[in-house]
C-alpha cells in the first residue's frame, strides 16, 4: 500500500503550484489505492475540500512532537553524529568555500566539528547557544537517489543544521522523524526540495529507517514567470474560491498542466484516478492560467 504525505508549511494561503503538487500526490496515492496523510491547519484543509481532495487519519503537527525530534537528535549525538556549531549565518558566508558543481550554496567549513565536548561547553566557550549539525562522513559527502520523475539524481553534502539555537527542530530532521512515524512510503512536493532529499536520505540512514520514495513535480510560475510564493500572495485558493471560481475549472487547469486534461477541461480529482500517468507529466516549470 503506498502511504504518502501533504506537508506545507502553514506560513499562508495555499497557492495554485501547491494544489497542483497535492493533486499529482493525491492521484499518486490513490492510483496506487493507497491512502493520503497532510498535515496542515485547518485554512489548507478547506482549500482541499474544495477542491475535491480528501485524506485518511488526522493532521500531525509538528509542534506535538518535539520529545521525538529530541529522542533522534540524541540517537545522533550518541553515534558521533551531530555536534553543537555556535556559527553565525554571517560566519559561514565567510569561513565557507564556494558551491561545487550542482550544487546552490556555500559549503560549511567545519569550523565547529569536534571543538566542543557538549553544547554546555559550546555556549561556555561562545557565550552563544549553539545549534546542532549533522556530521556527514566523507564518504557520503556525496548522495544519490532515485527520483520517480527526474530519474537519478546526485547532490553533494555537508554538514548540516539539524536542531536550531532556539531548540526547535530543522525542517530535515522533523521531515524524516515524521515520515517514519506515519509509515510514509512516498514523498510528493516541489523540485526545489531536491537537494532537501539528499541530506535527508542521509538522516534516514544515520537513524536505520527506511527511506520511502520521491516524486519531485517541477514548479508553477505565475503570470510574470516567477515561481508562486504564499509570500507574493500568488493565486492563492482562497481568493480563487471567493471569487467564485468552480473547483472542478481549478482542478481541470492543473490536470491539464501535467497532461492528463485538454484545455479548457473541467474536471474533479476522482474523474482522474485513471489518467495518472507519470509519463506526461513535464520536466520544466509550468505556467497555469484558468482563462476567462
Known sequence: MTIGRLAPTPSGGLHLGNARTFLVAWLSARA???RVKPGYVEQALEDLRWLGLDWDGEPLYQS???DAYAAA???????????PCVCSRREI????????????????????RGKFRDASHAQECSGRVPAWRFAVRDEERSVAFDDALHGRCEFGVDD???FRNDGVSAYQL??????YFQGVTEVVRGDDLLRSTARQVLLFRALNLPVPKFLHVPLVLDATGE?????????????LREAGVAAARVVGALAASCGWAKPGECAMPKELVGRFNLA???????RITLGA
Not at 569561513?95 to 567549513?109: F, I, L, M, Q
Open 93 to 112: 558566508e565567510l569561513a565557507s568555500r564556494a558551491p561545487h558543481a550542482g550544487e546552490d550554496e556555500p559549503v560549511y567549513s567545519r569550523v565547529c
Open 174 to 179: 522533523a521531515t524524516v522523524v515524521d515520515d
Open 64 to 66: 506535538c512532537r518535539s
Open 32 to 34: 496506487a489505492g493507497g
Open 160 to 162: 548540516f543544521v539539524i
Open 227 to 239: 515561481r508562486m510564493a504564499k509570500r507574493r500572495d500568488s493565486a492563492r485558493l482562497a481568493a
Open 73 to 83: 537528535l540524541e540517537k545522533l549525538r550518541v553515534a558521533g553524529l551531530a555536534y
Open 280 to 286: 506526461v507529466l513535464p520536466r520544466e516549470p509550468v
